[in-house]
């Protein structure tokens, strides 16, 4: 995957994405920071990693991003780790 807009077409395509994510929790904004090589999407978030604070920031900015209702993400695993496996639905 190179970009934000191949991967909105392969979930309007699909119906449903299964992404691994990197999470960076603290950073100084909120960003899609890009691809690492093995297809882990890499996301720097400015929220703590405290009281699923950082997680709920992270679906909140996937789902900006692919113009997805935000409860159509999910954090399936890695919830305490920086390593995450998200769902995404339309």
């Given at each position: 995957?190179?970009?934000?807009?191949?991967?909105?077409?392969?979930?309007?395509?699909?119906?449903?994405?299964?992404?691994?994510?990197?999470?960076?929790?603290?950073?100084?904004?909120?960003?899609?920071?890009g691809w690492l090589a093995d297809?882990?999407?890499?996301?720097?978030?400015?929220?703590?990693?405290?009281?699923?604070?950082?997680?709920?920031?992270?679906?909140?900015?996937?789902?900006?991003?692919?113009?997805?209702?935000?409860?159509?993400?999910?954090?399936?695993?890695?919830?305490?780790?920086?390593?995450?496996?998200?769902?995404?639905?339309?």
């Amino acid at each position: 995957m190179s970009n934000l807009a191949e991967l909105v077409q392969r979930l309007r395509a699909q119906g449903r994405l299964f992404l691994k994510v990197k999470a960076t929790p603290k950073s100084g904004r909120s960003e899609v920071a890009g691809w690492l090589a093995d297809g882990t999407l890499k996301v720097r978030l400015q929220a703590a990693p405290e009281r699923g604070k950082a997680n709920a920031e992270l679906c909140r900015l996937l789902a900006r991003e692919l113009g997805v209702a935000r409860g159509n993400v999910r954090i399936v695993s890695g919830e305490a780790s920086p390593l995450k496996q998200v769902r995404i639905e339309l």
